[in-house]
Nanobody
Framework: QVQLVESGGGLVQAGGSLRLSCAAS????????MGWFRQAPGKEREFVSA????????LYADSVKGRFTISRDNTKNTAYLQMNSLKPEDTAVYYC???????????????????WGQGTQVTVSS
């Protein structure tokens, strides 16, 4: 059993920054690929970013490249999403996810992940 708990969401003005955290418990975190997804009102869930077990391989959606940075600290069992230059279009519930088995080849797809956090709200005002 793995639990994922997100924190760090909130209300910010356009152009501001937030750092989201995802704390994992119940397994060997260093073996997990981690991802961030988001879902805006009336929209489908979309991929934001992903990071491999070592932290050496990262992926970003085109909409956030150059603004968001994913990272992980395997000594703290925590993944992070640093969000800079936030836009109103970034407003969504943000979810972290973990793949705890094998090797994932398509980390932009939600069905590659077998554990999900509860989500944290990010609201960006103009």
């Amino acid at each position: 059993q793995v639990q994922l708990v997100e924190s760090g969401g909130g209300l910010v003005q356009a152009g501001g920054s937030l750092r989201l955290s995802c704390a994992a418990s119940g397994g060997r975190f260093s073996n997990y690929a981690m991802g961030w997804f988001r879902q805006a009102p009336g929209k489908e869930r979309e991929f934001v970013s992903a990071i491999g077990r070592s932290g050496g391989s990262t992926l970003y959606a085109d909409s956030v490249k150059g603004r968001f940075t994913i990272s992980r600290d395997n000594t703290k069992n925590t993944a992070y999403l640093q969000m800079n230059s936030l836009k109103p279009e970034d407003t969504a519930v943000y979810y972290c996810a973990a793949r705890t088995y094998g090797t994932a080849w398509s980390l932009t797809r939600g069905n590659e992940y077998n554990y999900w956090g509860q989500g944290t709200q990010v609201t960006v005002s103009s």
